[in-house]
């Protein structure tokens, strides 16, 4: 078993647990890619056993810290099965869900989600890469299914040195799918479609904005960076008289207004824009326009620390154009999916982009992803998703 020493005082992490090893932390060692390598201190004491990324900054991923597991496919069989099984567990509302989060899961770089009776799994690591046959035939013994398709077509790819690869690994079937979440129906394209087909890790938040929807009986909604429709239903679900959605692919909003008539919302319902989304909270607001609520769920702006500046003044920009067309009572769902802006942060940049604004409101809800998404104790890097809902005073 080849061996990596770390620098003096970079244990401190992996003590805590946390599963990744940055090559600034390396002081001598490698191995191949994926290959399984046991991490010691500068001391010579056991840390951990990890996968092997040559190319990464994240040079090595955790498996277990337990010195005397073996990283064998009897190992990764039974954490495939047990991350399966923890889904029972929660009250998911839906025939299509998360089954493997990551580091998360104690799988890094293995992200897999079920639609219904197929699999769609991202092979993200160097260390899921090479274990790749074994995993894809544990994920089906733990799920009783028989088919798998492969989506490791990420960016996060290219940071490993691997290719994009896409494609049926196990069986065969139609690639256009219907889902079923709470009250309503979702289309999804699990080969084209945003990261495995669809957003399922907003499940939650859709819900929310339904039952919103009902108490508070929107008449005019706007769902900015709608994709596929997801809140578009959710709104109209709730009984919205009317949802304006905008997204700047023509494909999604033509998938949008398709979810529109699945679940038989009349056309008249619902308007659907091509268009960019700051030039269109912009005109509203020139025109006068307002809105009794309003999702902003915008695409990454930050990938990592690095780009939280950056990000930070998208993300106001966009709050504070909507806040100023956020009709008095309305409400306001808003979020960041980017890693490199906490949810501390996320609110401050929130709070700053109402003070612009000269709008004050109540935080009334912060949301995250749905369960099947889990942040864990150790490895807080897992809450991605964050959320706040604030109606205006």
């Known amino acids: 078993m080849k061996t990596i020493r770390l620098r003096a005082g970079k244990e401190r992490s992996l003590l805590r647990r946390h599963p990744w090893i940055f090559e600034s932390a390396i002081a001598k060692g490698a191995a191949d890619a994926g290959e399984t390598v046991r991490v010691e201190s500068f001391e010579g004491n056991f840390l951990a056993w990890a996968a092997y990324s040559p190319a990464s900054k994240i040079r090595a991923r955790v498996w277990s810290f337990d010195e005397s597991q073996r990283i064998d496919a009897t190992f990764l069989i039974a954490a495939v099965a047990s ?11 839906s025939d299509s869900m998360r089954l493997v989060h990551g580091e998360s899961d104690g799988l890094p770089g293995l992200i897999v989600d079920r639609y219904g009776d197929t699999l769609v799994a991202q092979f993200l690591s160097s260390g899921a890469e090479r274990w790749k046959e074994v995993l894809t035939d544990a994920l089906l013994a733990a799920t009783g299914l028989s088919r798998l398709y492969e989506r490791s077509d990420a960016s996060g790819r290219a940071l490993e040195g691997l290719p994009e690869v896409s494609g049926w690994l196990r069986g065969e079937g139609p690639v256009d799918l219907v889902l079923r979440e709470h009250d309503w129906r979702l289309a999804v394209n699990i080969a084209t479609g ?6 399922l890790d907003q499940r939650d938040s859709r819900r929310k904005f339904a039952d919103y929807s009902r108490r508070l009986k929107f008449e005019r909604v706007l769902n900015c960076y709608c994709y596929t429709g997801g809140f578009t239903v959710a709104a109209l679900t709730g009984g919205a008289a009317h949802v304006t959605s905008i997204d700047s692919s023509g494909p999604a909003i033509e998938k949008a207004a398709a979810n529109v008539a699945l679940n038989g919302f009349e056309a008249r319902r619902a308007t659907f824009m091509d268009a960019d989304v700051n030039a269109s909270l912009r ?4 025109e006068g326009r307002t809105f009794d609520a309003i999702v902003l769920d915008p695409p990454k702006f930050a990938p990592t620390v690095a780009h939280a500046e950056r990000a930070a003044r998208a993300y106001k920009d966009i709050n504070r154009l909507a806040f100023k067309i956020l009709a008095p009572g309305g409400v306001l769902f808003t979020y960041s999916c980017s890693g490199g802006i ?3 942060l996320f609110h401050k940049i929130v709070a700053s982009a109402g003070i612009d604004a000269q709008v004050d409101g109540y935080i009334t809800e912060r949301m995250g992803g749905a369960p099947d998404h889990p942040m864990t104790i150790n490895f807080p890097e897992g809450e991605y998703l964050k959320g706040l809902v604030v109606m205006r005073k």
Do not use: I, N
């Open 83 to 93: 991350s399966v099984r923890a889904r029972g567990r929660f009250d998911l509302q």
């Open 194 to 199: 945003h990261k495995t087909g669809f957003y």
């Open 283 to 286: 005109q509203f607001g020139a």
């Open 342 to 344: 906490s949810a501390d």
